[in-house]
């Protein structure tokens, strides 16, 4: 059964010291196997294991499957939710300690697994939705114009059709991409090129995967893969982006409001 992510099971997860040295190494190198992540830690590989199931139930990582091999993601978004909650709860601007937390986790995502054939980064969140809502909600410009940097999504969604993300007045052109895969409400791949700034011209164009699935058609669980040719410029541009889109789009879902504006 799904559930929806809740702070409780994210502090929990993050209370126990063997659990933040595998977020740690996860920091350090992304998409690592269960042997990989087993050096350097005194416990039986069952013990590892029990300690990753408690880390992947409260959504701060999400495993892959690379042909044999089991891979583990750091997965920035629930310390997103939890820093835009509390921190806007108490306080008008963010804490600089927090703010800086949050983007040293949101490029943890970000680093290359020598497992993979190519860098990766992985989200993802549950949301208190219906798959139909969040598909909606990917590729509705009057959604993604609230929680997707203020970018108006245009296209038709079928394979080979072009994808473009405008800026909010429709002036300039954000990012351009193809369909490649459109599965409605389940899958949509598309193609990426950054293009908002020149500095990003000659960068490859990289693939994202939107995957969203539930058990009950009422609780998704959105799964975005950001896949590169090449750890270029825009592959670090993008690395501390994705947890902001996720976690807003799920705000904007569940409560009708988009978390304030993020800079």
Same mark, same amino acid.
Do not use: C
């Given at each position: ?17 063997? =659990? ?8 350090? =190198?992304?998409? =690592? ?30 495993? =892959?499957? +690379? ?41 943890? #995502?970000?680093?290359? *697994?020598?497992? +993979? ?11 208190? +939705? ?19 940097? #203020? ?9 080979? +059709? ?5 800026? #909010? ?60 040719? *090449? ?11 994705? *947890? ?20």
């Amino acid at each position: 059964m799904l559930r929806v992510m809740d702070d409780d099971r994210v502090f929990r997860a993050l209370a126990d010291p063997t =659990r933040r040295h595998l977020l740690d190494r996860l920091f350090e =190198r992304d998409g =690592r196997t269960l042997t990989e992540l087993l050096e350097g830690v005194e416990m039986s590989r069952f013990g590892v294991m029990k300690h990753l199931r408690i880390l992947e139930g409260a959504g701060m990582i999400v495993t =892959r499957r +690379a042909g044999r091999e089991k891979l583990h993601f750091l997965n920035a978004v629930p310390v997103q939710l939890i820093a835009d909650r509390w921190v806007g709860k108490y306080t008008r601007e963010r804490a600089a300690a927090l703010a800086d937390l949050k983007a040293v986790l949101d490029e943890g #995502g970000a680093h290359m *697994s020598p497992s +993979a054939t190519k860098p990766r980064q992985v989200y993802q969140v549950y949301i208190n +939705a219906s798959p139909e809502k969040v598909w909606q909600a990917i590729t509705n410009p009057e959604f993604t114009t609230r929680y997707f940097y #203020g970018s108006y999504v245009e296209s038709t969604f079928e394979p080979k +059709a072009k994808l473009t993300h405008y800026t #909010g007045d429709r002036s300039a052109v954000m990012v351009e991409g193809e369909i490649i895969e459109a599965d409605p409400p389940r899958r949509l791949v598309h193609s990426w090129n950054l293009r908002y700034d020149p500095k990003f011209a000659g960068d490859a164009a990289s693939q994202v995967t939107w995957e969203i699935a539930s058990e009950d058609g009422k609780v998704s669980k959105l799964t975005v893969i950001h896949e590169f040719l *090449s750890e270029d410029a825009s592959y670090a541009e993008v690395a501390s982006g994705w *947890s902001w889109v996720v976690s807003n789009l799920k705000t904007l879902l569940e409560t009708g409001e988009a978390l304030p504006s993020h800079d």
